[in-house]
């Protein structure tokens, strides 16, 4: 599975932005995909994830109401819509799949998008 995103950027305190990450390769092997970020001197941690089926979405406290994880099957690919940014939401953030290997479930990273949010 080969992940590939876009969509990041600077914006301000308020705006909005929205992250894709196009899915390719074995992408009916995907039990889930989600969004992560990383800021400067933190650990990686979840924003939002959905399973491939679209039945269950799981949002980090801080962005719950503010970002959204909608998907297009059909292109095999996921969003990230993020509205009401705020400058602790700059980071870098990663697309992420985790695809069924047998009895395991592998993880696929994306290669990152900086977003930036200005106060």
């Known amino acids: 599975v080969q992940l590939k995103e876009s969509g990041g950027g600077l914006v301000q305190a308020g705006g909005s932005l929205r992250l894709s990450c196009a899915a390719s390769?074995?992408?009916?092997?995907?039990?889930?995909m989600g969004w992560y970020r990383q800021a400067p001197g933190k650990q990686r941690e979840l924003v939002a994830a959905?399973?491939?089926?679209?039945?269950?979405?799981n949002y980090a406290d801080s962005v719950k109401g503010r970002f959204t994880i909608p998907r297009d099957s059909a292109k095999n690919t996921m969003y990230l819509q993020m509205n009401s940014l705020r400058p602790e939401d700059t980071a870098v953030y990663y697309c992420?799949?985790?695809?069924?290997?047998?009895?395991?479930?592998?993880?696929?990273w994306g290669q990152g998008t900086q977003v930036t949010v200005s106060s």
């Open positions: 992420n799949a985790e695809v069924y290997s047998g009895t395991y479930l592998d993880h696929y």
């Open positions: 390769g074995s992408t009916f092997s995907i039990a889930a």
């Open positions: 959905i399973t491939s089926g679209g039945g269950h979405t």
